[in-house]
């Protein structure tokens, strides 16, 4: 390869860095440079994000390129959605980096529904109710607003302390419940009515857009300098930028979540859509990424954890697969599931509150959650049919959960629908496809796809 691209990949679980471009052949390749843990840590009480830890992650897999001969002509930073930072007025973070499983948004969905009635935010913003939304999330610090400097998201912030540039990207944006969805901006209206000040925002970049080059005590430390570009820094907008989509194609980025829909060119905001839960969020080239929010593989893997890590991924697959007869399943778009004490117990309260057997051994907990995952993927298809009109063929399963092949039968029996399984590192592959073409490497969305495709990544 003669130019490298750098995708900085952070998961609500882990994070990564991962090398990518063309060879010689014309395939697109990629190599990890640095895997990591995330987790949110407890803090005074509250759940928040170790974020001067993951940044000393990034400069030192950003060091391990240099110490490989091996320099990006571009970088950028993707993240989970809805969280973020305060800067003062001189640039400095303020308070904890709160997380979106903390509970201090608990009951605060009815405070700012008084102010603007739930069907009336969503025929503005498109974004799906959940309680740890951003637009709810900052209703809990008004007071600290006042004083704030800076609105940035996670992804915005780890370009600025890279960069030293402030910046606030559409995708990333899109999932604070706080962007018109048809115009494609903050809704100051929206702003107005919360009390949120309006000089916190930026207008929006997209991606594709330079944020500027390394700082130079950054690039000192690191061994180099190159640009630092935005992808989508919305980790599911990377995702989606990857996969392989074909007419009537539906996806599934399957990881912590399980993020179901359809790419579509404008949003799809309607009052059944409201009430189904589903979401307008921002995509690369002004796309819409049409989708439901479902649980995903955290409820397997806290129940792992409680399990004291003893049976590895694969291990509780095929320990569920034995599980013929056992058939329980629970609803997993239910907010319970979100943050519990104890994934097992709730689980068990799940099904025995339905009738069901309660699960008891590991295989009979993990097929719970590969069966109500498969259902649930099977029961929003169906709902996704029905808002959009369309007839869907084919399940594009990306991400790091494409990996289990037990759940993608699982979903294929239960869907009927002909899965397709990868790219596995599809929100890294998409971070670097935009970087690539913002580089003229490639012209646009379509040929990255076609790229990722006949590179069989």
């Known amino acids: 390869m003669d130019r490298y691209y750098l995708a900085v990949d952070l998961g609500a679980s882990g994070g990564r860095l991962i090398l990518g471009g063309q060879d010689g052949r014309g395939f697109l390749t990629i190599e990890e440079i640095r895997r990591f843990p995330n987790g949110a840590v407890n803090r005074g009480g509250r759940l ?33 959605g809805v969280d973020y930072v305060l800067l003062d007025k001189d640039g400095r973070i303020t308070g904890d980096c709160v997380a979106y499983r903390d509970s201090r948004t608990t009951g605060v969905d009815a405070q700012v529904s008084a102010r603007i009635p739930e069907a009336e935010l969503y025929a503005r913003t498109g974004i799906q109710k959940q309680p740890y939304n951003t637009i709810y999330q900052l209703w809990t610090v008004r007071e600290q607003l006042e004083r704030a400097g800076m609105f940035l998201m996670v992804p915005d912030y780890f370009h600025y302390l890279l960069t030293g540039v402030c910046t606030n990207e559409y995708t990333e944006a899109s999932t604070t419940g706080l962007l018109n969805a048809a115009r494609k901006t903050w809704d100051s209206e929206l702003l107005d009515l919360l009390g949120y000040p309006r000089r916190l925002f930026r207008e929006l970049n997209h ?9 130079p005590e950054i690039a000192k ?9 935005l992808p989508a820094t919305h980790d599911t907008g990377s995702a989606v930028a990857a996969a392989p989509l074909e007419e009537g194609s539906v996806y599934i980025s399957s990881g912590t979540w399980s993020l179901l829909g359809v790419e579509s060119p404008e949003p799809v905001i309607t009052e059944e859509g409201r009430i ?11 796309r819409y990424r049409y989708l439901k929010n479902i649980m995903g593989l955290w409820m397997i893997q806290e129940v792992r954890r409680e399990l004291g890590n003893s049976l590895g991924y694969e291990e509780l697959a095929a320990a569920a697969e034995r599980e013929e007869r056992f058939l329980s399943v629970v609803d997993v778009t239910d907010v319970r599931y979100l943050s519990p004490e104890s994934m097992i117990r709730e689980i068990r309260t799940g099904c025995g509150e339905t009738g069901q057997p309660e699960p008891g051994t590991p295989g009979e907990l993990a097929k719970c959650v590969y069966l109500s995952l498969a259902k649930c993927y099977n029961e929003s298809v169906r709902e996704l049919s029905g808002l959009t009109g369309q007839t869907y063929k084919r399940l594009n399963i990306i991400g790091g959960g494409c990996r289990n092949e037990y759940l993608n039968r699982l979903a294929r029996e239960e869907t009927g629908l002909d899965p397709a399984a990868g790219p596995a590192e599809a929100t890294a592959i998409g971070n670097i496809a ?11 969305l379509n040929s990255a796809r076609a790229l990722i495709a006949r590179s069989k990544l």
Request: one cysteine or more.
């Open 48 to 80: 928040c994000w170790d974020y001067d830890r993951l940044f000393s992650e990034i400069l030192d897999g950003m060091k391990q390129c240099a110490d490989m001969g091996k320099i990006p002509v571009s970088m950028g930073v993707d993240t989970w």
């Open 207 to 215: 991606p594709g857009d330079a944020a500027g080059n390394l700082r």
């Open 221 to 229: 430390r690191v061994g180099f300098d190159c640009k630092v570009v």
């Open 276 to 286: 189904r839960n589903f979401t307008n969020e921002g995509g690369v080239e002004h």
């Open 434 to 444: 935009v970087q690539m073409i913002a580089d003229g490497e490639i012209a646009d």
